[in-house]
């Protein structure tokens, strides 16, 4: 790469041969508006928003589509560009509704932002709109209005070029241009809901989250998907303690920009359901209301009579729950084993683009902890049917119901003298217990997952856990501390201190220098050390 | 003056090979293929001063010089044959009557670039046009003219005919290309240009009907002899299509630079029934229209109508007599570029249709003053900030009507209906 100079808007910017004007500029913080060009699609030059002017050329030159060169004098903000802002955004308005009000797009939208950027202008527009469909359903995740579109053609460029699955054409010619379907197709593809991400305007919309809330009340957490151990980057979207949406964070070591579908609406399984807000325990008749302090003392006591027994922690829980779970269970039960929950399946090609064969995000980092011991976790399931154990502590995770073989794992939990199940829901397996503990899912907690390929990345929490349930951590220290073991683990933050002193692997390891982009397991740079 | 694109028209049979070959067809070919080196091809090309004649008159000979040697790819040449422009239809006359002059040029042009396989694209309208070349480029391969090892000389050249399927963008030259990989009919971003990254991505040249057509006359008597003909910087001979207000229409073959206005008179009969001359548009339908006092000095070539404030464009001639409404011929244009524009980009798909609208408003008597500068100031939103020529083709004919006839088209605000005294009326 050779190292060039150019000059933008007056200052000196140092970039490489083969850069684009617009991937230049971003480099050093000049945002040339643009519809069109998005840095993981090819280049289509269409919208003409990103025209700028380059010394010594007689017209405007698209930034995306022009490649830097030495002493090349690029003006972004000169009086022809700034005309021809206005005037591109004219175009683009002219035939558009302006129906921004009952717009889901409205407060992220790019007509929005650039009209008040760049245009202000009142319309001069009086000789009639152009009429397209309205509300027409693109696939199972994806609606689209033909009025608000801008052709830009991202949508048709993601279909063709990433999933390569090539459902979305362009059709009709001039101002009647529009998207659509091709004859038969659905946009369903594994990817589908990605072309809502990228539509830089209103014409494709969420189904699933379109007029639940206005975009501009919701929290924004950064956090990592719970669907599979891809551990693609995420931002969780909140409106009064509920999770709304999931959006992809850009991150290239793992997601680039997308999400899968599966993954963004994992969440309304996940997080469905009447909250379990008090331990249980079973007396004769059932399960009843406990307290925190009997329902745990009877954890300790009970897990510690019942040899051997088999601690199954759920693939979603935290690396900071896994570390404390593996030294609990060793601590209190002589015979034990232990396996995070890991079942695989087949994938499609274009399933395989971003996801694992799992739903278990954080497999590796629990096996990372400890929560492993080497027959994996269906091989204990044949072992609890077999009636090897007559205990077991379940974390996060409806066995009875998600095994392959779920009438003889339910009679195989029915017949153990003590079961301890530790959910946020009253799940089937919750029902066999005879300790039951009300916990918290992905949404409300801090942590770490650990990825198929060993990133370790941050969970942070978006909502706020019910009154009545408590972090799964913290129920684990607590159980820790009736059995005799007083350290530090009042949050994740301290427990991920103590694992990354203990586990080899994570040795240098520092939660807060984790970041919003993880760390690879190994990859440790000096000056990380936290001792 | 000889005839060199029309040198076989009017000759009965001018279509069969038997009649092309009787007035010396495919000698320059042969003369050519195995015999010439590419670069020694090229050099001739480049000294005869042909320049294409799809309308934007870049020098030939350069255009193939462009194309990389050492790039391993397949190289394409193909022939535009997608005349769509509107009063243009000299291509048509050498399609129907002189294909194998076409194919000749073609196969000369293919064998200066080296490339193997080679297209023309003809617009689907053109079905009997169509016919003939199948007709003809069938009668070349069994004459071993097209094929493996032509003339013993070890160089193989496959010939295809593709219809397009009616879109005039087809005929902007990269849209062809998309067209013809099989693609919506939508104009590429460049760089890169066709010469390095064309057909399926590989290097390709582009040549008009009209240009390749020139190429066995200019190998067989010689670049001198060609660039004997016309200007300095626009040599040989062009075809223009006259349509509209002249007492001969039709296709006329002219040495560049030849006096407009005395070609109207004399060649073309001049305006018929008396009436006087309103305007001129002098290369087709996307160029500026030209008012009477500004053609008195114009020369048909590339240098003399763009000084006059115009283009030579395809050389289609179109001229509108005092009977003519310019609102109305102005909207017709509009109309012809609303319809046509393939919708890629922002300024041109959503402009054309734009201006289109305010011109049906200010003909149907619902015009308003301040139109007038609207539509100024869309075309001029057009014009340069388009993906391909286009929306200039578009902008400069409506900005050129409403400049120039300003006063009719005023007085048809003012008094909300037409002005002119039309024959139609």
């Not at chain 1, 928003?49 to 589509?65: F, H, S, T, W």
């Not at chain 2, 094929?147 to 030259?173: M, T």
Request: hydrophobic share 40%; aromatic share 8%; with cysteine.
């Amino acid at each position: 790469m050779d190292p060039i100079k150019i000059i933008i808007d007056g200052k000196e910017v140092t970039t490489v041969k083969g850069k684009t004007v617009i991937q230049a500029a971003a480099e050093v913080g000049v945002a040339i508006p643009h519809y069109c060009y998005h840095p993981k699609l090819s280049i289509a030059g269409n919208c003409r928003m990103c025209l700028v002017e380059i010394e010594k050329m007689p017209k405007l030159q698209i930034a995306c589509n022009t490649q830097v060169a030495e002493g090349m004098n690029v003006l972004t903000q000169s009086p022809k560009v700034l005309a021809v802002r206005k005037a591109v955004l004219e175009f683009l308005l002219i035939n558009h509704p302006v129906d921004c009000p009952i717009c889901d797009q409205a407060g992220e939208c790019w007509l929005q932002d650039y009209y008040m950027q760049h245009d202000r202008q009142e319309s001069r527009f009086e000789v009639g709109k152009v009429h397209d469909r309205k509300r027409t359903i693109f696939g199972p995740h994806v609606v689209f209005d033909g009025e608000r579109c801008i052709k830009c053609t991202r949508c048709v460029r993601f279909c063709q070029e990433i999933t390569e699955t090539g459902e979305l054409a362009v059709v009709n010619r001039t101002d009647h241009s529009t998207i659509d379907l091709f004859p038969g197709a659905t946009l369903d593809n594994p990817l589908s809901a990605n072309v809502v991400d990228i539509c830089p305007v209103g014409a494709l919309t969420d189904r699933d989250f379109r007029f639940k809330v206005r975009v501009w009340y919701l929290q924004k957490t950064p956090s990592i998907c719970p669907g599979c151990s891809t551990g693609c980057n995420i931002s969780v979207e909140t409106y009064q303690n509920r999770i709304a949406r999931f959006k992809p964070r850009v991150n290239e070591a793992v997601n680039s920009h997308w999400l899968c579908d599966e993954g963004r609406y994992c969440f309304h399984d996940l997080a469905a359901g009447e909250r379990l807000t008090t331990p249980m325990i079973r007396q004769e008749g059932g399960l009843v209301a406990t307290t925190w302090e009997v329902a745990l003392q009877a954890v300790v006591s009970g897990l510690a009579s019942a040899k051997p027994s088999a601690g199954i922690l759920s693939g979603r829980n935290t690396n900071e729950e896994a570390y404390l779970f593996a030294k609990l269970i060793r601590k209190i039960s002589a015979e034990h084993a232990l396996e995070v929950v890991y079942q695989e399946r087949e994938l499609t090609p274009v399933q395989k683009i971003l996801m694992s064969p799992d739903r278990s995000p954080n497999f590796r980092g629990a096996r990372d902890m400890g929560v492993s011991s080497n027959g994996g976790y269906e091989a204990l399931l044949s072992k609890l049917v077999a009636g090897n154990f007559s205990g077991a502590y379940i974390v996060g995770e409806d066995v009875a119901a998600t095994a392959q073989e779920p009438e003889k794992v339910r009679a195989a939990l029915a017949k153990l003298a003590f079961l301890v199940v530790q959910d946020t829901r009253m799940t089937e397996t919750a029902q066999l217990a005879h300790v039951v503990l009300p916990s918290t899912h992905f949404g409300e907690k801090d942590g770490t997952y650990t990825n198929r390929n060993g990133r370790v990345q941050k969970l942070n929490a978006a909502v706020i856990p019910p009154e009545g349930a408590l972090q799964d951590s913290e129920i684990f220290a607590q159980l820790l501390g009736l059995a005799g073991e007083q350290d530090g683990y009042a949050n994740p933050k301290e427990i991920f201190r103590s694992l990354a002193r203990e586990i080899v692997s994570y040795q240098g390891l520092n939660f807060d220098s984790i970041g919003d982009q993880g760390i690879e397991v190994g990859a440790v740079v000096a000056g990380h050390h936290d001792r | 003056m000889e005839k060199i694109l029309l040198r076989n028209i009017g000759t009965p049979e001018s279509h069969t090979l038997a009649v092309y070959r009787s007035r010396g067809g495919y000698a320059s070919w042969q003369k050519v293929a195995g015999n010439m080196k590419p670069e020694q091809l090229i050099e001739e090309v480049k000294a005869s001063g042909l320049r294409g004649r799809g309308g934007a008159g870049f020098p030939t000979g350069m255009k193939w010089g462009f194309v990389p040697k050492d790039n391993p790819k397949p190289k394409y040449l193909v022939c535009n044959a997608d005349e769509s422009e509107p009063g243009t239809f000299k291509d048509r006359l050498l399609i129907e009557q002189d294909p194998h002059a076409i194919i000749e040029g073609t196969l000369i042009a293919a064998y200066a670039i080296q490339s193997h396989t080679a297209f023309i694209y003809i617009r689907g309208e053109l079905a009997f046009g169509a016919n003939r070349l199948d007709l003809a480029v069938e009668e070349a391969y069994q004459a071993g003219f097209i094929g493996k090892n032509i003339f013993g000389s070890g160089y193989d050249l496959e010939l295809i005919v593709h219809r397009g399927a009616g879109a005039y963008i087809c005929g902007e030259e990269t849209a062809l290309l998309s067209s013809l990989e099989g693609w919506r009919g939508w104009p590429k971003v460049k760089p890169p240009f066709p010469a390095t990254h064309g057909l399926f991505g590989c290097p390709t040249v582009v040549n008009n009907v009209e240009t390749l057509a020139a190429l066995p006359w200019i190998l067989d008597r010689g670049a001198a002899a060609y660039a004997g003909f016309g200007t300095e910087k626009s040599k040989g001979t062009k075809l223009f299509s006259v349509s509209g207000h002249v007492a001969r229409p039709g296709v006329y073959e002219l040495e560049m630079g030849y006096p407009l206005k005395k070609f109207l008179e004399e060649d073309c009969g001049g305006v018929p029934n008396g009436k006087k001359l309103k305007g001129v548009i002098p290369g087709g339908g996307s160029m500026p229209v030209l008012r009477p006092e500004e053609i008195e000095k114009v020369n048909l070539d590339y240098e003399s109508v763009q000084a006059a404030g115009s283009l030579l464009g395809s050389g289609g001639i179109i001229v509108m007599d005092e009977t003519t409404c310019m609102v109305q011929a102005a909207w017709n244009l509009a109309r012809f570029f609303a319809h046509e524009s393939c919708g890629q980009c922002s300024p041109c798909r959503e402009g054309c249709h734009w201006m289109e609208k305010i011109f049906h408003k200010i003909e149907h008597g619902e015009g308003d003053k301040s139109d007038l500068d609207l539509i100024l100031n869309i075309s001029g939103n057009i014009m340069g900030n388009t993906i391909c020529p286009f929306g200039d083709a578009a902008a400069m004919p409506a900005a050129a009507f409403i400049k120039k006839f300003r006063d009719e088209f005023e007085a048809h605000v003012a008094e909300k209906r037409c002005t002119v005294k039309s024959e139609l009326a």
